[in-house]
């Protein structure tokens, strides 16, 4: 077995669970908003949220009146979840710590089911696939979330710049992530079909971020997934906080009012079990 990469072991997401929230969802929610308006879900539709992390697309959708079963590996973002549920006192929801490659559900139990950035960091993506077609009734609609270009991944690229800039004689890990398996919209139809979807089509979906407090936003983005976290504890705090002047300027420099923008483009895949 191939060993696994930061962001594929449970416990760094559980440990960085509230920072990932606050970090990616003004971002995530956006392409969750879409998938969830593509899969035209009806009240009381039983759906599936694979990989869901801190639970953006779950909430959507559980607010529009489905039946909703979030799942994901890492206990501390189920945890996180838990309460976020707790907190909107919403009901005909759970979350459960489960896997996404050998999901604990049977055959053709859910109307509809999704994953928004989160079956692309499985080691078996394509396991992770078969197992949502799987537990989808016939017919059930499908929704899987991957970027679009990882080599113009705005969110990294600005990293990768501010660090060269800063520290330019680092040298970052070679290997492609782990998320990078599974991008672009030739990629995402060939796998969603081989894993037995019908009538797959993918869109793209744009996302835009305004970020009104800089500092604060940069301070959470270090720590918001496990690749970040293991980064920016190698380089340490003097040299981060100089990475993310340089990350913050850039931002600026192609904003039009002034504030630090954020735009990326993902892939949204579509099929029927």
Request: net charge negative.
């Amino acid at each position: 077995m191939a060993e696994l990469s930061p962001d594929q072991v449970a416990e760094n997401w559980g440990a960085i669970a509230s920072d990932y929230e606050r970090a990616f969802e003004g971002l995530s929610g956006q392409f969750a908003a879409h998938a969830l308006r593509l899969l035209g879900l009806r009240r009381d539709d039983h759906v599936l949220d694979v990989a869901a992390g801190t639970g953006v697309f779950s909430l959507m959708a559980a607010r529009a009146g489905a039946k909703v079963l979030a799942t994901d590996f890492a206990p501390g973002m189920v945890a996180r979840l838990r309460e976020r549920i707790a907190e909107e006192q919403l009901s005909g929801i759970s979350a459960e710590v489960m896997d996404g490659q050998a999901l604990a559900i049977p055959d053709g139990a859910f109307d509809a089911g999704a994953s928004v950035l989160g079956l692309i960091f499985f080691p078996d993506q394509d396991r992770g696939l078969a197992e949502l077609r799987r537990v989808l009734r016939r017919d059930g609609r499908a929704a899987v979330v991957c970027w679009r270009d990882p080599a113009t991944l705005q969110l990294m690229t600005l990293v990768k710049q501010a660090v060269h800039k800063v520290v330019p004689e680092f040298q970052s890990h070679a290997a492609p992530p782990a998320w990078a398996r599974l991008a672009g919209a030739e990629a995402l139809k060939t796998r969603m079909e081989a894993a037995g979807f019908r009538e797959v089509a993918v869109v793209t979906s744009k996302a835009v971020q305004k970020i009104d407090e800089p500092e604060a936003y940069w301070s959470g983005f270090t720590r918001s997934a496990p690749p970040l976290a293991h980064l920016f504890g190698q380089l340490g705090p003097e040299v981060t906080a100089a990475v993310g002047r340089e990350y913050i300027g850039a931002l600026r420099a192609q904003s039009r009012d002034g504030l630090p923008t954020l735009t990326v483009e993902a892939c949204i895949g579509l099929g029927r079990a």
